[in-house]
């Protein structure tokens, strides 16, 4: 049953305090499944969530459905290191990146939820003058669209990260960095309950433990989903199912240009606060992210595993690896204990940038492809997907996106690797 | 399709049996890309991939052993791996059939 949508103030938070907390109501109420929608949503993660609240809230469609084959942020939003930031060379990614970035600092305003926004900085550091060079590269690109940018030699690095003793010598010494003072974390699962409280609010249907096995079809056009609950008519579909994004594709026979590998990252015990930046370190052939969270863990990520997998069950000797880069950046961290470790499937397309385009037919949509860096995009995305979705139009900022740029060669391969799903 | 024996399954880390070398930790291995399933000189073939969640046949090297090419049949869902054969030579690599 649905519950009239409560406004989280002040006044409420006092409200609740003086009944005892019974106050509060559930954040999305355990709608039944209807037989028909205008929209289903496959995939109750951010991107999912953030879709169907946009098409409900900007395009005034009332009968939308997400469906989630497990829990509501169980997969990639819940499993990310939480960074936002916009530092990217090439103009479609960072100018989509950064209407990201700029929803995220009133997100908590629009959702009416705290999700914790914490512009902290991001350094991007490295190990050589050449890293320098694509450094300063980058940063100006960034700069010529307007987007915070600073260029950090060793000694205003060391100003900036005081945390980080920088003389001391170390097997790849870093050399300077690219400071984004806008970049930040945002507390990922408030997202996933922001975005599916609003969502609800607005009468989407989310259904949890329910999943998609098929796509039925006539006449050229889907017209349901076949899930474990049963038939699900539905005028348009939409998947934003992260790591299984491939195998959809498979399931439609329309193969995509996606490997799934797997991406770990870890946290430590809680310490008092030690790190007041988000810090990666790219040095050699690796990379080490590091940041702490509000509660005093230090997350800690790195690499893709190197393989292809689905079950989130990620290698040791790339834990040791990150680790090993984590201890060597912040020396004072290594008698911290690991409290968890965990890994995420991330779906890597060949040019490392994302996947919103039709799949297959008319009114089947496929928002994917995210690599390991869907998290901060959630924003953006969502409200371009859904218009997108809506008028059967691509938006300016995610028309680059679209499947047949790998057919003409107009690829944004940001990284330079080639076809290769091994970098983002 | 021969199954490899469960040994070393209580291992955080997955293990490999090098036809050469015997078992192996992973981390001695490096992955070079699936099998292409489209011919090689179209764009499907640089850039689709069937994305199959129960089995997957990859090319690996044993790059920090004895640097042998291997053809791997996993199920990249369970991380079972079925079978694991020695190549002649890179050529078979590039054009397997």
Known sequence: MRQPQQRYSGWSLAKAAWDGGSYWHRLWG??????????????????????????????GIRRIAVLEKRLLGYGNVGRNTTIVRSNYLLPENH????????????????????????????????????????LARQGNAMRLAGIDSELLDRKALARFVPEMDLERPRRFPIVGGLLQPRGGTVRHDAVAWGYARAAAALGVDIIEDCEVTDVRTAAGLATGVETSRGYVQAERIVFAVAG?????????????????????????ESVKPILNTVLVWLYDDAETYISQTDKGG??????????????????????????????????????????????????????????????????????????????????????????????????????????????????????????FPVEH | MKRVPARFQWSIEMQLQCPFCG????????????????????????????NRTD???????????????????????????????????????????
């Open chain 2, 23 to 50: 078992w192996r930790q992973v981390a001695e291995f490096r992955c070079r890309g699936v099998v292409a399933e489209f011919d090689p000189d179209t764009v499907s073939g640089v850039y689709l991939r069937v």
């Open chain 1, 244 to 268: 299984h994004t491939g195998a959809i594709g498979t399931m439609l026979g329309v193969p995509l240009p996606i490997e799934t590998n797997l991406l770990q990252a870890m946290v430590t």
């Open chain 1, 30 to 59: 355990a709608t039944p499944l209807q037989d028909a929608y205008d929209v289903v949503v496959v995939g109750a993660g951010g991107h999912g969530l953030a879709t169907a609240y946009h098409l409900a809230r900007d395009h």
């Open chain 1, 95 to 134: 100018n989509f990146y950064e209407d990201s970035l700029r929803r995220w600092e009133t997100l908590s305003h629009d959702l009416n939820f705290n999700v914790m926004y914490s512009p902290r900085g991001m350094v991007e550091m490295v190990d050589s003058d050449d890293g320098m060079n694509t």
């Open chain 1, 298 to 419: 230090l997350v800690i990520g790195g690499k893709l595993d190197g393989f292809a997998s689905y079950n989130r069950e990620a290698q040791w000797h790339r834990l040791a690896e990150v680790v090993e880069g984590a201890v060597a950046m912040l020396p004072q961290i290594a008698g911290l204990r690991l409290l968890r470790q965990w890994a995420g499937t991330c779906d890597m397309t060949m040019d490392g940038s994302p996947i919103m385009d039709r799949l297959g037919y008319d009114n089947v949509f496929v928002n994917g492809g995210w690599c390991y860096t869907g998290f901060k995009a959630i924003p953006a995305s969502g409200a371009a997907f859904a218009q997108f979705v809506a008028t059967g139009t691509a938006p300016d900022l995610i028309r680059h996106f679209g499947l047949k740029r790998f057919a003409d060669g107009t690829l944004l391969d940001e990284a330079g690797t080639g076809p």
């Open chain 2, 55 to 97: 089995s997957s046949i990859e090319y690996w090297q044993h790059l920090n052993g004895c640097r042998s090419w291997l053809r791997i049949w996993r199920n990249p869902s369970s991380g079972e791996v079925l079978e694991i054969q020695a190549l002649d030579s890179l050529v078979q690599a590039v054009n397997p059939e």
